[in-house]
Each structure stands twice: as C-alpha cells, then as structure tokens.
C-alpha cells in the first residue's frame, strides 16, 4: 500500500470510509460469533478480533491526522 502522505486528498477519504465500514463489520461478527451460547469457542478467537479491530482503528486514526494535515 502507498504511504498515506503521498495519497490524494479524495482516496484518503475513500480508504478512510472503507476502513470505518470494515470495523463496523468486524465489530457486529464479533458481536454475533461471541454473543452465540452453547458453543464453545478458542481463546484465539477473541484475540483475532482485537487484534484486527486495533489494527484497523489504528489505521483510521493515522488517515485522519494526514487528512487534517492536508487542510
């Protein structure tokens, strides 16, 4: 992937919204694949989880510093 700095102004937004609605859709899997009883599930089920959604809010956040850099 290009370094974010380099990117336009408009394909910075358009990954920014990508990874908004990516991390909203990993946070309701998780919601559902947690949230089921009766079925037993691997700690490194959770941890997956966590681990994508920091990473992608870590990624959002970084978007959206450059953006406000490039006001």
Do not use: C, F, W
């Not at 370094?3 to 991390?23: A, D, T, V, W």
């Not at 959604?53 to 006001?71: G, P």
Request: charged fraction near 40%.
């Amino acid at each position: 992937m290009r370094e974010y700095g380099k990117m336009e102004r408009n394909e910075l937004e358009q990954l920014l919204s990508q990874l908004q609605e990516e991390l909203e859709d990993i946070r309701e899997e998780r919601k559902i694949v947690l949230g089921q009883t009766g079925i037993h599930l691997p700690g490194s089920t959770v941890k997956k989880y966590e681990v994508e959604i920091k990473a992608l809010e870590e990624k959002i956040e970084v978007i959206k510093k450059v953006l406000a850099a490039k006001e």
